[in-house]
């Protein structure tokens, strides 16, 4: 993907487009051949007006007057965007945030589009409303490359796809001779995974209790703007709650709090019976929170550090890693190879880097590292986010087992079918407040999607009509 | 596998060595040119700085050279180490040397009580110099950069301003120095008397200690891996539970404290006062040794001495009629050359691991299917 948009150059083999072969040294190389990127965490400035964002760099195209405005309205029209080129981008919600990236892509003359994960942030209704669009793309006349993990999207959206396993494609399939099953097959190599939990492990002993927990910020403007709202919640041993909602909804500030990475303005977070509210990290660590952090490029681990040196990271102060103040190399590098034995990490040796594993590889490490300090805790935010599937079956089995073995996990996700499978309580989350509750043994996506866009609140009860 | 994963690593030995190596060779071309643009024979040139930089008495000035300017690298390393660029090391050693220097007159107990009392005070001094910059980057998030900058300057003017006759300085007979009072010849350091060669610094063996302390600490301890942890990302130290901000200000604090031992070898084994004369500008060396040395002990300690070589030698050249400059030119093609040669190679030895990574696990992958067929 990074290839053909230019923003690497590969070993060997070529790129034909229009019949014609040709070679990206960059971006623009690309861009001026048509192609054109609309990536999965959105390039806008929120600062500016739609027209503003899409002209930004293209300036010479247009000009960024009445001209411009009125290529961009023939674009939306065209292909039923629906963009208001007036609005300032921070108004906008994450579905109307992607169609104004499609519209920038198509400003600039794309006539094929990549797509890479464009479903990820959205709701189930959003979704359809985005394919609606992309065939409308589709009929006009433009090649759109669809990049996902949901089988079901592709199933639906694509006329012809393509699985690619560790780097080689694996096969090439006609959507309409082929079963959802059939297809992730091809992905996995082997038997398809779901994420179904078995017989329920939930005790009444509470693990984590969150009270009234309430974080305000004040943005540049003076504004202020309330990020997590009196949210509570208990989470027992043996008990997976998890937390749905449209990215950017409080998740992963609530997640920091509970970590002690921000601290709430009021709020008691209880661990085990013991107030830890006012705790700085490493103490909630050691007192058994394990993280799995939503950005494991960000938060869980040192890229261009070796893998042993990545497997003490936020457990320094724990064994085997050290004795008193003193690292203990000879033992972290011994409990990092069985890590990789044992979750499964494909590696060499643990003497490479980390940025050199792929995503799954990566992540089952993180999973790995968290699980070896008996935590009390779980916190899993997207834990299979961007992580092929047969990583995602095994990091599944791994909660699962925890869960089995009572730990309590806080599980925050855009899958819903994930969080459906895994949970044992659903909460819904919007605007920072958790707005809706459901029980995972009969609730829908759909069902929820409604509630994760403030349509439903309070507990959602699955009803026969809404079922599709 | 073991045999893949060592050759990775001497890989990486092979690249870690290879920048600084071509920023040198790149350096020694880029000097060839300017000589022969000057019209001389750079052959004659090399050969000079070869024969007599190994002198003997040259092997003593540079290893003393290079005692100061690897505390100076150390110094600096610490803050690179924590993505902090400590520009400040200047500062902090003079005024802890002038601080050091006045304690030192003043002090009337024996040596052994006395030196190292001296040598606290320096590195006391220092740390807290370099502690203003990090309180107000940690309160205030004021760039290190930019306040390590303003504190050498009024690091220059407190020194000025207390170094008058009157105040802490004294008049020297000839009325040409200022200076503090001179130390009694009873808080000399020691030092190894090397015949005709000249005195070798007593102060190489705290250096050192300081070299295997820093390398001690950095490597082998916990707080030495939340420090490399910070300056690597600090947003996953914060999730791994390091606090960024404590962090901060005490690495600024520990540089400062080995800055503050910069002036100490010029001070207890050579000059053993604070004139208007004494070496400045050494923490702006320090910079670029430890650019050179990449951060890493040994690293920095091939780096000072060949900052101590190239100053010895090129002081030669300057008696045989070239130009003084060259010195400059070195150093400068050096340092630019060794900013870019590690970019490259460390994106070149990043890219390559991760082909190396992926055509092992593809090999991996395929070696049980090729078994299945043969089967």
């Not at chain 1, 504004?223 to 909804?249: M, P, Q, W, Y």
């Not at chain 2, 990302?233 to 910069?262: D, H, N, P, Y």
Request: with cysteine; hydrophobic share 45%.
């Amino acid at each position: 993907m990074k290839i053909l948009y230019g923003m690497q150059q590969p070993d060997e083999g070529t790129i034909t487009v229009s019949g014609e072969q040709v070679v990206f040294a960059n971006p623009g190389d690309a861009i001026a051949r048509g192609i054109g990127m609309v990536h999965q965490h959105f390039m806008l400035a929120d600062n500016l007006t739609v027209l503003e964002n899409v002209v930004l760099g293209a300036e010479k195209l247009h000009g960024i007057g009445g001209k411009a405005r009125t290529r961009i309205k023939e674009i939306s029209d065209a292909y039923g965007l629906g963009v208001r080129p007036d609005a300032l981008v921070e108004e906008l919600g994450v579905a109307d945030r992607q169609r104004v990236e499609i519209l920038k892509v198509l400003y600039r003359g794309a006539k094929t589009l990549i797509l890479d994960e464009p479903t990820a942030v959205l709701v189930p209704q959003e979704v359809d409303a985005l394919f609606d669009n992309l065939r409308e793309l589709k009929a006009e006349g433009l090649t759109v490359i669809f990049i996902s993990h949901k089988l079901g999207e592709v199933l639906s959206v694509a006329d012809e796809i393509t699985v690619i396993r560790r780097g080689t494609t694996v096969g090439t399939v006609d959507p309409r001779g082929t079963t959802p099953k059939q297809l992730a097959e091809l992905m996995v190599g082997s038997e398809l995974p779901t994420p179904e939990t078995q017989e329920s492990t939930v005790t009444d002993v509470p693990m984590l209790e969150v009270d009234g927990l309430h974080l305000a910020q004040t943005d540049l403007d003076g504004v202020e703007r309330i990020i997590l709202d009196e949210i509570s919640f208990t989470i027992h041993k043996g008990e997976v709650l998890g937390i749905a909602g449209v990215e950017g909804n409080g998740q992963s500030e609530l997640v920091e709090a509970i970590m002690g990475m921000r601290h709430p303005d009021a709020g008691v977070v209880t661990l085990d019976g013991t107030d830890i509210s006012h705790a700085p990290t490493r103490d909630r660590r050691e007192s058994g929170i394990g993280y799995i952090p939503e950005d494991r490029h960000r938060h869980g681990l040192l890229l261009e550090a070796p893998l042993w040196e990545n497997r003490i990271l936020g457990h320094v102060t724990e064994k085997p890693n050290s004795r008193g103040g003193l690292l203990d190399p000879k033992a972290a590098r011994a409990d990092t190879q069985r890590i990789v034995e044992a979750y499964d990490v494909r590696t060499p040796g643990i003497d490479v880097t980390a940025a050199s594993l792929s995503g799954g590889n990566q992540q089952k490490l993180i999973v790995g590292r968290e699980m070896s300090h008996q935590p009390k805790l779980l916190i899993a935010a997207h834990p299979t986010r961007g992580v092929d599937v047969g990583a995602q079956a095994a990091i599944w089995d791994y909660i699962r087992e925890a869960r089995r073995e009572g730990l309590a996990v806080l599980l925050i996700s855009a899958d819903l079918d994930e969080l459906i499978g895994l949970s044992d309580t659903l909460r819904v989350m919007y605007r920072g407040r958790l707005v809706a509750d459901a029980d995972p043994a009969t609730i829908t996506p759909e069902e929820l999607g409604s509630a994760m866009t403030g349509a439903a609140t309070g507990h959602l009860e699955h009803t026969e009509d809404d079922a599709r | 596998m073991n045999k893949l994963t060592s050759r990775i690593d001497k890989e990486r030995l092979l690249l870690g060595i290879a920048a600084p190596l071509l920023a040198v060779v790149a350096a020694l071309l880029v000097t060839t040119l300017v000589i022969l643009a000057t019209g001389k024979n750079p052959g004659d040139a090399f050969s000079d700085m070869v024969t007599y930089g190994f002198a003997s008495d040259s092997q003593v000035y540079i290893l003393n050279k290079a005692t100061t300017y690897y505390l100076a690298g150390v110094a600096v390393a610490i803050g690179f180490r924590m993505n902090l660029f400590n520009i400040g090391v200047d500062g902090q050693y003079r005024l802890a040397a002038f601080i050091a220097a006045v304690l030192g007159g003043a002090l009337t107990v024996p040596g052994w009580i006395a030196i190292p009392l001296i040598i606290l005070c320096a590195m006391a001094t220092g740390a807290l110099w370099a502690s203003i910059a990090g309180i107000l980057k940690v309160t205030r998030g004021v760039s290190e950069v930019i306040s390590t900058i303003m504190l050498n300057s009024i690091a220059t003017a407190i020194i000025a301003y207390l170094l008058q006759p009157g105040k802490l300085g004294q008049l020297d007979q000839a009325g040409t120095l200022v200076s503090t009072k001179p130390l009694p010849s009873s808080l000399y350091f020691f030092s190894f008397d090397t015949g005709a060669a000249g005195e070798l610094w007593g102060f190489i063996v705290v250096a050192v200690i300081v070299g295997i302390a820093y390398w001690f600490v950095l490597g082998r301890t916990r707080f030495g891996f939340d420090l490399r942890t910070v300056g690597q990302s600090e947003s996953a130290a914060a999730a791994s539970g390091v606090s960024v901000k404590k962090m901060v200000a005490t690495s600024m604090v520990i540089s400062g404290a080995v800055a503050g031992l910069i002036g100490m070898p010029t001070l207890l084994n050579d000059s053993h006062q604070f004139s208007n004369d004494f070496p400045a500008g050494i923490g702006f060396t320090g910079i670029a040794i430890a650019l050179l040395g990449r951060n890493h002990p040994i690293g920095i300690a091939l780096g000072a001495l060949l900052w101590g070589f190239l100053e010895r030698t090129t002081n030669h050249l300057e008696f045989q009629g070239y130009d003084k400059e060259i010195l400059g030119v070195i150093q400068g093609v050096i340092v630019l050359c060794v900013v870019i040669a590690y970019e490259v190679v460390r994106r070149y030895g990043l890219k390559r691991q991760q082909q190396r990574v992926g055509a092992e696990l593809a090999a991996q992958a395929a070696a049980p299917t090729k078994k299945q067929e043969v089967a």
